[in-house]
């Protein structure tokens, strides 16, 4: 019981900064929101309509609302990276191994689509004298992150894959870490990767199989069958199943490298927060039986020693 308390106590902590940074995004929001409107109230008042001002106005009240959904998204990524960082079984961690089968040797001008909160650039040694590196995402608050942790030697920018904002045979190096699943328009999201890519340049993408995290959906299910972790299997969409023959359309060579690991959990806790973490319908089934849920797993850990979860993941190396 000490320990659980504790654990309890923990959370709410957890709990309690996490919704005191959201409160400070949606105040530093709405000031801005003020802002905006004493100014667009000072221009009607001297018949001045400004309608560009109008236009900006809207688009902030829309933002103060996406800003808050951007900063959990942030938050999420980083409570998944942080269960694998800690429980996997492969120690060279995936962002390490992913770098290392990059071959930047002759690549001056790299592009990094959906670069989340640039983990894949962290105490990496390229040298960037000469070398253009840009950092993208569709989303502000990931590239606003991104920007204060990496600093002024990458160059980063905000859009989605579908409309790339570059000439094309531009970049020797296109990276996409599980990116590719997520889009809308995958096939017109390859068109502009390989359009924008030099002859002989490189798109290096990463996904998943159906096996990946299997054990986790398992677990939810046998405790309330109900829920649903994700409402689309991302594999189905661009997986390790498919990829080479979606990619084959586009690409000249294209060959898969598989990353070796699972994941030895024997603590609830982290394994808790993955699951809430989730874009599926947990939250609202779990929000008023979370300590069952915990004792549960609990209760798994204890007979097994830990939970083992399977991971399949790897990288498609595509040559235009």
């Known amino acids: 019981y000490p320990m659980t308390l504790k654990n309890d106590k923990k959370s709410l902590e957890d709990s309690l900064e996490l919704q005191i940074e959201l409160v400070n ?11 905006t409107l004493k100014n667009t109230s000072r221009l009607v008042k001297e018949d001045h309509v400004e309608w560009d001002k ?25 409570v998944r990276i942080h269960l694998h960082d800690r429980y996997s079984h492969n120690k060279t961690g995936w962002f390490h191994w992913l770098y290392s089968q990059i071959d930047f040797s002759h690549a001056n001008r790299i592009l990094e689509i959906g670069c989340g909160d640039g983990k894949l650039w962290e105490n990496k040694t390229l040298d960037l004298r000469n070398r253009e590196v840009f950092l993208s995402d569709a989303s502000y608050g990931m590239i606003e992150e991104v920007k204060k942790k990496l600093g002024d030697d990458f160059s980063f920018m905000v859009f989605d894959c579908e409309q790339i904002p570059f000439k094309k045979d531009y970049f020797d190096i296109v990276i996409a870490n599980h ?16 359009r924008v890519l030099v002859k002989d340049g490189f798109l290096y993408c990463s996904t998943y199989g159906k096996d990946h995290m299997k054990e986790i959906t398992e677990l939810v299910k046998e405790f309330d069958p ?15 199943e498919n990829g080479e023959k979606i990619l084959s359309s586009y690409f000249e060579d294209v060959h898969l490298v598989m990353y070796d690991d699972y994941l030895e959990v024997d603590d609830s806790e982290p394994l808790m927060d993955y699951i809430m973490s989730c874009h599926g319908n ?29 991971k399949q993941a790897g990288l498609f190396i595509c040559k235009k």
């Open 25 to 35: 995004k949606k105040i530093h929001s709405l000031e801005n929101l003020k802002e």
């Open 54 to 78: 109008i236009i900006t106005l809207l688009q902030l009240s829309k933002y103060d609302e996406e800003i808050i959904e951007q900063y959990r998204t942030s938050k999420n990524l980083n």
């Open 179 to 194: 990116v590719l699943f997520y889009l809308k328009d995958l096939d017109l999201g390859l068109k502009e990767i390989e």
């Open 226 to 240: 109900r829920i649903v972790l994700s409402r689309n299997c991302l594999y189905d969409q661009f997986g390790i």
């Open 282 to 310: 947990q939250n609202e089934i779990l929000k008023n039986q979370l300590h069952q849920f915990k004792l549960f797993l609990d209760e798994k850990i204890m007979k097994q020693g830990s939970i083992r979860i399977t």
